[in-house]
């Protein structure tokens, strides 16, 4: 069992209606059909949303994914019509709130891994294998891979597992042309965030996208190259062999698994609200990473 420890009832705005609250989004549709997404302060771990908020996490998100689009506009169009705020949204939406068109969403987790870790490091470790892609002997936790490879995922409802899937996989689901367009665009995005990261002394190990179609064209979608769907580590504490520092949400896995937590990731008992430190410190994390890889001071 996981899921929201407690699921937030959605916020009802005159003028719009809610279709979906995510692990982190809140979904709703305008009278013109738009989409309106919301980005919340939650935080999710190992499928679960966990009870306490990380404060500014959503607009962190928000805000690095609309730089992360202007800086792929020439590789990929994206689902961004407007971040002016709905009539009648509440003030704490500034910030936070896309306005996008809506697509036919290809339900696939587009993943791209240059470095090994996470669950591919768990079936590498199996079968030399990840997605049933063959890699070389020797890798261990943070090897930077002979080349970037894509890696998708099936989407899952909240609280259900992503599941990795071969690309063959992924080619009966969706189609052959569909499966082709999804690897080349990950990994010319991946490609492109990993350039502009690494000149700002920073790796990007891996990340996941999602797309949709607006008619023919395949666009990016969600969000982008953010710490939630990212792993960011500093270039200058890179050592293979072991977990990496990071500007992603480890922090809190890591505090979770760790005896100070007192939960068991194996039972069906929901996880513990985050100590302040904890909050404090994530928060420091996605605000690092905005700026470091912006430029530009968070305010």
């Known amino acids: 069992m996981s899921g929201f420890v407690e699921k937030p009832e959605p916020l009802q705005v005159p003028g719009l209606v809610h279709l979906h609250t995510g692990k982190v989004r809140d979904l709703y549709q305008n009278e013109a059909g738009d989409l309106v997404m919301v980005a919340s302060d939650r935080m999710s771990a190992f499928d679960w949303v966990l009870p306490t908020v990380i404060p500014d996490k959503g607009r962190v998100l928000t805000q690095l994914s609309l730089w992360w689009f202007d800086q792929v506009a020439e ?7 407007s971040t002016e705020l709905p009539a009648g949204a509440p003030a704490d939406w500034a910030g936070r709130t896309l306005i996008c068109r809506s697509l036919q969403m290809v339900p696939v987790e587009s993943v791209a891994r240059g470095y090994l870790t996470g669950s591919g490091l768990l079936e590498y470790n199996e079968s030399r294998t990840v997605c049933g892609l063959a ?61 502009i990261a690494r000149d700002r002394g920073i790796i990007l190990a891996d990340t996941k996208f999602e797309f949709g179609f607006d008619g023919e064209t395949l666009v990016l979608a969600d969000e982008v190259l953010t710490p939630d769907s990212s792993r960011f580590w500093p270039a200058d504490q890179w050592e293979p062999g072991r977990a990496q520092p990071s500007y992603d949400k480890q922090y809190v896995r890591d505090w979770l698994t760790s005896p100070e937590s007192g939960w068991d990731r194996k039972s069906e008992q929901p996880p513990p609200p985050l100590p302040e430190q904890v909050v ?20």
């Open 75 to 81: 590789l990929m169009p994206n689902h961004v019509l």
């Open 280 to 299: 404090e410190a994530t928060r420091a994390r996605y605000v690092e990473a905005f700026e470091r890889l912006t430029g530009t001071s968070w305010s």
């Open 135 to 195: 890699l070389p002997e020797g890798l261990v936790d943070g090897s930077e891979l002979p080349a970037p490879i894509f890696t998708p995922a099936t989407k899952a409802a909240v609280g259900e597992h992503d599941e990795n899937v071969s690309y063959e996989v992924v080619a009966r689901q969706v189609g052959a042309d569909t499966a082709a367009q999804l690897r080349q665009a990950t990994l010319a995005v991946y490609a492109k965030g990993r350039d």
